[in-house]
């Protein structure tokens, strides 16, 4: 898995070493420059804040006790259908107060993906997301570049390695849950994540004094099969489009928002939706959050589960999971638009 982001065969343009320098050098009196500037957000209007909705909470310790598992697995399946969002708990680690040359030792290289840097930049002309990350591939663990792997902070790597481990029990745990509520075969569903493939991608958003004229992260879905958010920082941000609105996550302390990504909806055939978010900027605060990412063996095909196909009709395509991953980072960050031309007879 690890080594097929050594070999993206996609060719990033470079932008400003870091976003945290810029926003450092316009702090007191300067613009934010145009490559970051999103006239769009104004323009596409409607955003509802969290009263509007209310996201489900699937409370994990419910979800692994005998008494309250099936009614618990029932607001998780509820939550995948509807909402592809939803919330539990875990904890996190830190790397991006380091002076910029520290961070630097782990940089992108050209035509990479993984360590410190940016992605989906294509062109001089496209805009920025003013957001710098860190992005490394955790699992399977023979497969990780360490030379990626901060070894500042001391623990950094350690802290990773916990998390990695703890967040990839979840996923499981989750998955078994999920094919009771979809009705297939529990080892089935396990066996297509067999090796659990995980990437982390730690984002390090910078305050602007002009929040509202810039994008921390383009409108997207995730290209895996689940992503657990975890809001290092407790500084808000995320937005997800529902029914064509965009609505502002609030996320509880310590909580994960956990939402379903392109490869889990064309596994359950449509069932479960990848849903399209994005991330704002807070005027004063910065705001770290750390996405990992749960994937297939990706050396393999990816379409709807067969046992979903005895009571339907295929409605994405099968895809080789390489071709769909390179494909998902050629694509850039454009919405649903990738999912979408996956999709059979539309
Ligand atoms: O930081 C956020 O709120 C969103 C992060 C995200 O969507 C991602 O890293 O894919
Ligand atoms: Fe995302």
Same mark, same amino acid.
């Given at each position: 898995?690890?080594?097929?982001?050594?070999?993206?065969?996609?060719?990033?343009?470079?932008?400003?070493?870091?976003?945290?320098?810029?926003?450092?050098?316009?702090?007191?009196?300067?613009?934010?420059?145009?490559?970051?500037?999103?006239?769009?957000?104004?323009?596409?209007?409607?955003?509802?804040d969290a009263?509007?909705y /209310?996201l489900?909470? #699937? $409370?994990?310790?419910? %979800? @692994?006790?005998?008494?309250?598992?099936?009614?618990?697995? +029932?607001?998780?399946?509820?939550?995948?259908?509807?909402w592809?969002f939803f919330q539990?708990?875990?904890?996190?680690?830190?790397?991006?107060?380091?002076?910029?040359?520290?961070?630097?030792?782990?940089?992108?290289?050209?035509?990479?993906?993984?360590?410190?840097?940016?992605?989906?930049?294509?062109?001089?002309?496209?805009?920025?997301?003013?957001?710098?990350?860190?992005?490394?591939?955790?699992?399977?663990?023979?497969?990780?570049?360490?030379?990626?792997?901060?070894?500042?902070?001391?623990?950094?790597?350690?802290?990773?390695?916990?998390?990695?481990?703890?967040?990839?029990?979840?996923?499981?745990?989750?998955?078994?849950?999920?094919? /009771?509520?979809?009705? #297939? $075969?529990?080892?089935? %569903? @396990?066996?297509?994540?067999?090796?659990?493939?995980?990437? +982390?991608?730690?984002?390090?958003?910078?305050?602007?004094?002009?929040?509202?004229?810039?994008?921390?992260?383009?409108?997207?879905?995730?290209?895996?099969?689940?992503?657990?958010l975890?809001h290092?920082?407790?500084?808000q941000g995320l937005q997800i489009?529902?029914?064509?609105?965009w609505f502002s996550v609030e996320s509880m302390?310590?909580?994960?928002v956990?939402n379903?990504?392109?490869?889990?909806?064309?596994?359950?055939?449509?069932?479960?939706?990848?849903i399209?978010h994005?991330a704002?900027?807070?005027?004063?605060?910065?705001?770290?959050?750390?996405?990992?990412?749960?994937?297939?063996?990706?050396?393999?095909?990816?379409?709807?589960?067969?046992?979903?196909?005895?009571?339907?009709?295929?409605?994405?395509?099968?895809?080789?999971?390489?071709?769909?991953?390179?494909?998902?980072?050629?694509?850039?960050?454009?919405?649903?638009?990738?999912?979408?031309?996956?999709?059979?007879?539309?």
């Amino acid at each position: 898995m690890a080594e097929i982001f050594d070999q993206m065969e996609v060719e990033f343009v470079d932008q400003d070493v870091s976003v945290q320098v810029v926003a450092d050098t316009i702090r007191n009196n300067g613009e934010v420059p145009e490559r970051y500037v999103r006239s769009e957000i104004k323009a596409e209007g409607v955003i509802v804040d969290a009263e509007g909705y /209310n996201l489900p909470i #699937v $409370d994990m310790s419910r %979800l @692994l006790s005998p008494e309250f598992s099936d009614e618990e697995a +029932v607001k998780l399946g509820s939550a995948c259908e509807n909402w592809g969002f939803f919330q539990v708990r875990d904890d996190i680690t830190e790397f991006f107060s380091l002076p910029l040359e520290e961070k630097l030792a782990v940089a992108i290289q050209p035509n990479g993906v993984q360590g410190f840097g940016h992605h989906f930049v294509f062109s001089k002309e496209q805009k920025l997301d003013w957001v710098d990350l860190l992005f490394l591939a955790t699992r399977p663990v023979e497969e990780r570049s360490l030379d990626f792997w901060p070894t500042k902070p001391s623990t950094f790597r350690d802290t990773l390695d916990k998390y990695s481990l703890e967040m990839a029990n979840v996923s499981r745990q989750l998955l078994k849950y999920m094919a /009771n509520s979809l009705g #297939v $075969d529990q080892d089935t %569903l @396990l066996d297509t994540f067999k090796g659990q493939p995980q990437s +982390v991608r730690i984002n390090y958003y910078p305050p602007c004094f002009q929040a509202d004229k810039v994008l921390g992260l383009s409108p997207h879905t995730d290209g895996v099969g689940m992503t657990f958010l975890l809001h290092v920082n407790d500084v808000q941000g995320l937005q997800i489009k529902k029914d064509g609105k965009w609505f502002s996550v609030e996320s509880m302390p310590g909580a994960l928002v956990v939402n379903i990504g392109d490869v889990l909806e064309i596994l359950t055939n449509g069932k479960y939706k990848s849903i399209e978010h994005r991330a704002v900027v807070n005027p004063d605060k910065e705001r770290i959050t750390i996405a990992a990412f749960h994937s297939l063996n990706l050396f393999c095909t990816i379409g709807p589960l067969k046992d979903l196909l005895k009571v339907g009709e295929a409605r994405y395509k099968d895809i080789d999971g390489v071709e769909f991953t390179k494909g998902y980072f050629a694509a850039k960050l454009e919405g649903r638009r990738y999912l979408e031309s996956l999709k059979l007879g539309e």
